[in-house]
């Protein structure tokens, strides 16, 4: 029988657990997929520690994970864009992919390159597409100073990369050890903590044209109070109060959850103008301790897991 993640109850990392499970059937335009790989969110800890509830609540008993890479199984009627054996990468919206089976609708799939590796395209989704939808919602272009917090994490180091792209002046926040890694990807980087405001304007010139918060704790407000950012140029994707506060824009993953928007992202990756930094890989039986890194909160990248 095939293993899935699977919990019980809101709880702390040790809920999850790997169990056999019934073999999942495609319905009608569904397509049953053999994970290679899967990324793992900060989101899927929060939902698991219930702090989601009244957002998002879980059913139990809870799988987990939406991003996904792997190979087609099975395909369901009325499904004519995919056949056994295609190479595919995606998402589900049902909590899922952290399994070696995973049922997805046929249009959150599309064709993985022979070239991309398995580990990079099992993590696009949520944190490419979010990026993308950063970098789009302040308009950051040629001529722009970006500043980005959490410069090297999952989203933050895919938003360097595509704000960049865009022709941008990036300055990354990150610790000292991410440092070497935004330079060689085109960014500034600037150590967060005590005094980083004054960091920023030295290396700016004290001009800051855009900031996408990828960390929260405070950085949007030292954008519009400290730095002059307009509100319309910053973004945050966690801090949904500070959003609120200052009228800034929210804009994540669900503004840019399309095949079209990732068939961009995974071209990018395959023509090695994208990285995707994995931090590492842990097999599926693993899943606590990949949590467990991830939520230290100083991942470069993504961490994958590997059924
Ligand atoms: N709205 C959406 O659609 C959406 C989608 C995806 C994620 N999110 C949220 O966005 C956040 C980031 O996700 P992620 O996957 O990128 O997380 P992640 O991979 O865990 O990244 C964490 C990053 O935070 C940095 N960091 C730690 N302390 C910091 C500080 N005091 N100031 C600035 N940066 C600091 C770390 O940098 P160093 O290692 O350099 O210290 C690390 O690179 C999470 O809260 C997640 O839930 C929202």
Known sequence: MPRAVRFDEYGD?????????ERPAPGPGQVLVGVKAAGINPGEASIRKGL???????????????????????????????????????WTDQ?????????????????????????????LFVAGTTAYA???AVGAGSGDTVVVSGAAGGVGSLTVQLARLAGATV?????????QWLLEHGAIPVAYGDGVVGRIREVTDDHV????????????????????????????????AAAEQYGVKAEGTAAAA?????????????????????????????????????????TRGKIVLVP
């Open 52 to 90: 989601m509830h009244e957002r998002w609540p879980a059913t139990f008993p809870s799988g987990e994970g939406s991003d996904l890479a792997g190979v087609v199984e099975e395909v369901g009627p009325e499904v004519d864009a995919f056949s056994p054996g295609d190479e595919v990468l995606g």
């Open 209 to 240: 044209d855009a900031l996408i918060d990828t960390f929260g704790g405070g950085y949007v407000a030292m954008a519009i109070d400290e730095l002059g950012v307009s509100p319309e140029r910053v973004d945050t994707i966690i801090d949904w």
């Open 171 to 179: 300055i990354g926040l990150a610790g000292e050890s991410n440092h």
């Open 134 to 136: 950063a970098v789009r």
């Open 95 to 123: 909590r899922a992919s952290h399994a070696e089976l995973v049922v997805v609708a046929a249009d959150q799939l599309i064709p993985k390159p022979p070239g991309v590796p398995w580990e990079a395209a099992g993590a």
């Open 258 to 298: 399309d095949t079209e928007v990732l068939t961009e992202l995974v071209g990018l990756v395959d023509r090695g103008e994208l990285e995707v930094p994995i931090a590492r890989v842990y097999p599926l039986e693993e899943v606590r301790d990949a949590y467990r890194e991830l939520e230290r909160r100083h």
């Open 13 to 21: 990392i040790d809920v999850l657990k790997v169990v056999e499970v």
